[in-house]
C-alpha cells in the first residue's frame, strides 16, 4: 500500500492524533511505535515522507536513519523532544532532512510536510545541459554530478541546492531565497542549510575549508564561483 507519511514514534498517542490529524487533511498518513515495525512496514508498503522520532523503545532513531538511508532517499525529518544543536547536526549528518521539536503544532508541521512533499513531488530535474566547472561535471538535467570523472552521490536535496547555486552562478544567494525556494518553507534554520552546505563541500571541493566552488558571503548567503569566468 501506498502513503504518503510514515509516522515512526514509541509515543503512541502523539503519533496516533498526528496521523488523525494528517488523514483528516488528505494526507494518507500511517503509524509505527518501534524500528522492528518501520522496517516491516517497507516490505510490502511505500511511504513518500518518514517523520522519525529519535527515542525508539528498541534502536535509536538516529541508528533507523543510518539503515533506512542505505535503499532510500526519501525525506526524513527528524521530531524529538531533544533541543540541543548536536542532536540537530548528528540527525542532518546521517541523512535527516529536517529536525522538528517537540511539542508540535499539528497545524505547522503539516504545513512543513506539506511543503517537503511538494518539494520531491516537483522535483523534475532543472533543464539544462551539462556544465563543467574545473573537475566538475554537473548534468542538471540528468540530475547527475561527477568529479574527476567518477559518480558523485548526492542526495535530492543536496542537488536541487547545488543546481540553484549553479543556475545563479557568480551572484550571492541570500539564505531566505535558498529557504523559498530550495526547501520552499519559510521554517527551515540556518543550522540545516549550513549543514547542507558542508556536505557539498565535502563531497565537491578538494579542500572542504578552503573551498574554490561554494564560497560563504558572511551574513549574507552562499555563491557558487565559475573558476571559468
Known amino acids: 500500500?501506498?502513503?504518503?507519511?510514515?509516522?515512526?514514534?514509541?509515543?503512541?498517542?502523539?503519533?496516533?492524533?498526528?496521523?488523525?490529524?494528517?488523514?483528516?487533511?488528505?494526507?494518507?498518513?500511517?503509524?509505527?511505535?518501534?524500528?522492528?515495525?518501520?522496517?516491516?512496514?517497507?516490505?510490502?508498503?511505500?511511504?513518500?515522507?518518514?517523520?522519525?522520532?529519535?527515542?525508539?523503545?528498541?534502536?535509536?532513531?538516529?541508528?533507523?536513519?543510518?539503515?533506512?538511508?542505505?535503499?532510500?532517499?526519501?525525506?526524513?525529518?527528524?521530531?524529538?523532544?531533544?533541543?540541543?544543536?548536536?542532536?540537530?547536526?548528528?540527525?542532518?549528518n546521517i541523512g535527516g532532512d529536517d529536525y522538528i521539536t517537540k511539542p508540535y503544532s499539528l497545524n505547522v508541521l503539516y504545513a512543513k510536510v506539506r511543503?517537503?512533499?511538494?518539494?520531491?513531488?516537483?522535483?523534475?530535474?532543472?533543464?539544462g545541459e551539462t556544465l563543467v566547472f574545473g573537475e566538475l561535471e554537473i548534468d542538471l538535467e540528468g540530475g547527475t554530478v561527477k568529479r574527476?570523472?567518477?559518480?558523485?552521490?548526492?542526495?535530492a536535496v543536496e542537488f536541487k541546492l547545488l543546481a540553484y547555486l549553479v543556475e545563479n552562478r557568480n551572484k550571492v544567494i541570500d539564505k531566505q531565497d535558498i529557504f523559498d525556494k530550495v526547501w520552499d518553507d519559510s521554517f527551515v534554520s540556518d543550522g540545516t542549510l549550513n549543514v547542507h552546505i558542508r556536505h557539498l563541500r565535502e563531497?565537491?571541493?578538494?579542500?572542504?575549508n578552503d573551498p574554490v566552488?561554494?564560497?560563504?558571503?558572511?551574513?549574507?548567503?552562499?555563491?557558487?564561483?565559475?573558476p571559468n569566468s
Open 1 to 92: 500500500m501506498k502513503y504518503k507519511v510514515l509516522i515512526v514514534d514509541d509515543e503512541r498517542e502523539l503519533a496516533d492524533s498526528t496521523a488523525e490529524y494528517f488523514n483528516m487533511m488528505d494526507l494518507k498518513t500511517c503509524c509505527v511505535y518501534t524500528a522492528a515495525e518501520t522496517l516491516e512496514f517497507f516490505k510490502e508498503n511505500e511511504a513518500e515522507l518518514i517523520l522519525l522520532d529519535i527515542n525508539l523503545e528498541d534502536l535509536s532513531g538516529f541508528a533507523l536513519c543510518k539503515t533506512l538511508r542505505e535503499n532510500t532517499d526519501i525525506p526524513i525529518l527528524f521530531i524529538s523532544a531533544r533541543s540541543s544543536d548536536d542532536d540537530m547536526v548528528v540527525a542532518l
Open 115 to 127: 511543503a517537503v512533499l511538494k518539494r520531491y513531488e516537483n522535483s523534475s530535474k532543472p533543464s
Open 148 to 155: 574527476s570523472g567518477r559518480d558523485v552521490d548526492l542526495t
Open 203 to 208: 563531497k565537491l571541493e578538494e579542500d572542504p
Open 213 to 226: 566552488y561554494i564560497k560563504t558571503s558572511r551574513g549574507r548567503g552562499y555563491m557558487f564561483k565559475d
